[in-house]
């Protein structure tokens, strides 16, 4: 399938290439990146989801596309398919996860509105969600910014978390295609 790169004024979600991997790993190993996941991820790790993710992308044309700021990869925008159950399941998602060397620059945002703005308008997706553990602030706050919703009723445990663990408890936000800014 031909591969999709989306531009921006600032970024591009792109393809990934091999030497992207040095810098994934890094972000994926920083416990400031990864201080709402369970766990950071070694460099076999980060390379065995990054193949994953490419089989996606080479399978649908879509998926988490590689962040690319000025020529490197500063993380991951784009859209997925949750592979767990829950009560808003089957659904596509948009996500992020960028270097802390790149928070606060509105690179999530500029990133997650062109990933946005291919689900609706290339794939004709009625709605997308993002969802993230319920302390996580800054990542609500780019979900506010794109102009998606919040309903604490939609609100849940995430599934492959177990009972008691402190990020299991996860909030989800929702853009609907006649809704978004």
Known sequence: MAQVELRGLRVRLRPWRPDDLDEFAALNA????MEFFPAVLS???TAAALARVQAVIA???WGWWCLDVDGGCA????LSQPNFEAHFTPCVEVGWRL???CWGRGYAVEGARLALAYGFEVLGLPEIVAFTAQGNQRSQRVMEKLGMTHDATDDFDHPR????HALRRHVLY????????
Do not use: I, Q
């Open 174 to 181: 929702r853009l609907k295609r006649e809704a978004r800014p």
């Open 30 to 33: 920083d416990l400031r990146v």
């Open 43 to 45: 460099r076999d790790e």
């Open 59 to 61: 399978e649908r044309g």
């Open 75 to 78: 993380g991951f925008v784009g």
């Open 99 to 101: 270097a802390h060397r």
């Open 161 to 164: 978390l177990p009972e008691g």
